[in-house]
């Protein structure tokens, strides 16, 4: 006995509803339909500011380390579409890694597809997941041992897919491990602390720098920052960038060490600041230095930042030249980064 019709909408195979003839079978519901979106997860709710009682956590411009990053919310993350910067920013230990198990992995991959065919691989014993590895390290790398070899039509389509295969990734791991090596770097070291003291009896934020390289940068420049937040008259906190103007910004030759000076005068950003200021407004110094390196020819980059418990007020930096006995200039590298109060210094 035929069912009745339903009218309704869910009771139709499927979860739909479509009209029938009157005396005929229901046509096919050859159209799939989508099933209810799952509802998107709620963006977390932000703070305009830190949280009551509680202050700050120290985020630099410039990253010194890991946890010195700003989390990120809402950004799409390709990662399969920006795989070459990610390949260039990865550490060493990390990229070797990842090539030498991607190497491994597509042969064990053509490995298996030997395998699937039983006989595929002439003098390779049945069955052996070894000699079908080996087999596919000497086809990826198009070496030949004369020994083992495709016996079959299946054997040499995968051969000719293996062998494209390894001379794409010949070609790529050769460009990756060229431009990571090729990259122009500095090896600028930066004093891991700026002074704040008098210099010719003017306030004087200063730092220093020093070229680690057993050469020269020449048309060396260096620049300064300051960051910090401000609020403006309709409550809202914004991020405030100021030039600071420096006694030199260049250097013709940078070859040992180069202290930068800004004074702190009426028309200075830092005019009337504390440690206690620059905290309170998530103050942040940060500096840029480059210059052409002689060897390479190219211009190289380097940048550090200093957070307001790095600045150290009313201090001055050791001196770290001097000359040895027989008369020759001298740079101690390791007290580069001492610093002595000012009560104390000589």
Known sequence: MRQPLSEHPGDA??????????GGP??????????????????????????????AQPARLIVR??????????????????LYHFALRLPWWRFLLAGIALYLAANALFALL??????????????????????????????????MAPATFYANLIVTVETGAGLMLLALATGLVFARFSRPTARILFSRVAVVGPYNQAPTLSFRLANQ?????????????????????????IRRLYDLKLGRTRTPVFALTFSVMHEIDPESPLYGATAASLEAQNAELVVTASGIDETIAQRVYARTSYLPQEIRWHHRFVDVIGWTDDGCRVIDYRRFHDTLPLEAAP
């Open 13 to 22: 195979p499927g979860g739909h509803n479509r009209p029938r003839r009157a």
């Open 26 to 55: 229901a046509p096919l519901n050859t159209r799939r339909q989508p099933g209810p979106r799952s509802p998107r997860r709620p963006a977390p709710s932000l703070r305009p500011g830190p949280p009551p009682g509680g202050s």
């Open 65 to 82: 380390e890991t946890a010195d990053r700003t989390r990120a919310i809402g950004l799409a993350r390709p990662w399969l579409g920006d």
């Open 114 to 147: 030997y395998l699937a065919r039983p006989g595929s691989i002439a003098n390779a014993r049945p069955g052996s997941f070894a000699d079908a590895f080996f087999f596919s390290v000497q086809t990826i790398a198009t070496l030949g041992y004369g020994v």
């Open 213 to 237: 390289r057993k050469n020269q940068i020449v048309e060396a420049e260096v620049a300064a920052i300051l960051l910090r937040d401000e609020r403006t008259a309709e409550g809202t906190v």
